[in-house]
């Protein structure tokens, strides 16, 4: 694991000069002034350790992980004002796959943060705010701790925290990637460093969290988290859902299907997670190239554990409980989620824009949608009556969708299904 010392000393001079060298070579035996700067504030390692990780600092730094614009001649940096680059990704330095590079903020929202810290401590705009976060009453506390406690965690902002149990809190310190040796539920072998990243981590964005909690690879509809560096993060490329609105019907009908389906897996799943959205929009939902659908953004996502079913009492909030929101701003108890929440939120939000009017030449087959769509989206309506027109809406469309060797996710099995 790389520490922040070790790359402000590395990170400019080797990587500058061989990345320009690349990009405009050596003119009559001069050597050009630098105009490529994958300077540290660029990843936001300037920052660390409130920072995500570093786990692939190295790869960044060996050109295995690629912006968009490094494949050409012209190797400048993209705008750091973005908030998402296309790059590629690469394991043997020949195959590569199409990546995207994300922060968990954008950098304005990173400015504000980082100078509500230096408020928070009365100290001047541009202060060491690993310095203030470290002297803080919470971060003290974690220094000390052995164990992720509902007590470490409490009134900071995101959903997934919202009403947190020991086994879910387990689960984070086990799974967290961004240390030597994960797998054990106690933080003894957490540097301090790794405790405040994952702090800050836990305040800002669970996102690339939910990622490591729940990988793809065991069966949930989450992309990959593939690592670090500084604040940004890697994740596989997917093809928005928004793309999909004004597709065939056969494309639409597939995608809402599978929609309902993620919806119906994160509320009912073998480890007695019940996963709920707080908000949907465009950008939270994307496929691969096989048309598998997948949830890209998990950072409303809230998560209530079945099994150690408890109010949380939210205690004193501090500067960790307001990087990102108003710390005036409370939120609803979790012993109020509805299981029909979710289906409500994706019903009126989302699935207007993949299946009203697409079915025009069956006016039978749409005005069913219609109406259990109608059903499905109104949060005045009983949790029974919503979840029985989703349900409803589930069969119907399975049975619009197609057998095509362009959903190769379920192709041919379909071919041999009596369903199809």
Not at 11 to 21: D, G, K, M, R, Y
Request: glycine share 4%; aromatic share 12%; proline share 4%.
């Amino acid at each position: 694991m790389w520490t922040c010392t070790f790359w402000s000393f590395i990170f400019l001079a080797p990587w500058e000069v061989s990345l320009n060298t690349r990009a405009k070579g050596i003119t009559n035996g001069t050597k050009l002034q630098p105009v490529y700067n994958f300077g540290r504030n660029f990843l936001g390692l300037d920052k660390c350790n409130a920072c995500i990780g570093t786990s692939l600092c190295k790869k960044l730094f060996k050109e295995e992980i690629r912006f968009e614009n490094w494949l050409s001649a012209d190797l400048k940096l993209p705008p750091s004002h973005r908030k998402t680059y296309f790059a590629n990704y690469s394991v043997d330095a020949e195959t590569w796959k199409a990546v995207v590079i994300s922060r968990l903020q954008s950098n304005y929202q990173n400015e504000l943060s980082d100078r509500k810290i230096c408020l928070s401590a009365a100290k001047k705009i541009g202060c060491s705010i690993e310095n203030v976060l470290r002297a803080t009453e919470r971060f003290q506390k974690w220094l000390t701790a052995d164990r992720l406690t509902a007590e470490l965690v409490q009134t900071l902002p995101s959903p997934l925290l919202r009403c947190p149990s020991q086994r879910l809190l387990d689960r984070i310190v086990r799974r967290y990637a961004e240390v030597r040796d994960s797998g054990s539920v106690l933080m003894r072998h957490f540097t301090d460093r790794d405790k405040l990243r994952l702090l800050y981590t836990l305040s800002v964005n669970t996102h690339p969290l939910v990622l490591q909690l729940f990988p793809g690879i065991e069966g949930w509809p989450f992309v990959r988290y593939f690592g670090s560096c500084g604040r940004l993060m890697v994740t596989p490329w997917t093809k928005p859902i928004k793309e999909f609105y004004n597709a065939s019907p056969e494309d639409t009908a597939d995608v809402a299907y599978q929609l309902l389906q993620i919806t119906h897996l994160l509320g009912n799943n073998d480890l007695n997670y019940f996963m709920y959205y707080t908000s949907v929009n465009d950008n939270m939902f994307g496929t691969f190239e096989d048309e598998r659908l997948y949830i890209i953004d998990t950072s409303t996502i809230g998560i209530i554990d079945k099994l150690e079913d408890k109010e949380f009492v939210h205690g004193k909030k501090d500067i960790f409980s307001c990087l990102t929101s108003d710390c005036k701003t409370d939120v609803a108890s979790c012993g109020n989620i509805s299981e029909a929440l979710s289906f409500t939120k994706v019903c009126r939000d989302l699935l207007p824009h993949l299946v009203v009017g697409k079915f025009a030449s069956s006016p039978t087959v749409q005005n069913q949608i219609d109406r259990y769509l109608g059903l499905c989206g109104d949060e005045m309506l009983s949790t029974k009556v919503v979840l029985e027109a989703a349900g409803s809406l589930i069969e119907l469309l399975k049975s619009l969708r197609s057998c095509d060797p362009r959903f190769e996710y379920r192709y041919p099995e379909c071919k041999y299904n009596k369903d199809y």
